[in-house]
């Protein structure tokens, strides 16, 4: 049994800042990429930031210089430091990892059970 366990989220002024953190449990062989999504209500969800193992991230337009991902492969954990947040923001934050368990033969995607962020004034 694999779990992926978000925490952060809450409500944050316009041009404020929050930390996400994200932590894997379980039978975990090895995690490759970690990212984070997010869903508005009426919205499909979407990409907002993914790393790879090594390290390498991808962010999406509307985040760029805005939100770091970071990992922590000892910890199994993943992080997404928000910065500068505007209104359009607002949404639930869902973590996802692709990874191994032990005795699988190829790895999956897992996700977490969101985190609400909510940029108001």
């Known amino acids: 049994q694999v779990q992926l366990v978000e925490s952060g989220g809450g409500l944050v002024q316009p041009g404020g800042s929050l930390r996400l953190s994200c932590a894997a449990s379980?039978?975990?062989?090895?995690?490759?990429?970690m990212g984070w999504y997010r869903q508005a209500p009426g919205k499909q969800r979407e990409l907002v930031a993914t790393i790879t193992r090594d390290g390498t991230t991808r962010y999406a337009d509307s985040v760029k210089d805005r939100f770091t991902i970071s990992r922590d492969n000892a910890k199994n954990a993943v992080y997404l430091q928000m910065n500068s947040l505007k209104p359009e923001d607002t949404a639930i934050y869902y973590c996802?990892?692709?990874?191994?368990?032990?005795?699988?033969?190829?790895?999956?995607?897992?996700w977490g059970q969101g985190t609400q962020v909510t940029v108001s004034s």
């Open positions: 996802n990892g692709n990874l191994r368990v032990l005795m699988a033969e190829r790895a999956y995607d897992y």
């Open positions: 379980g039978s975990i062989f090895r995690i490759y990429d």
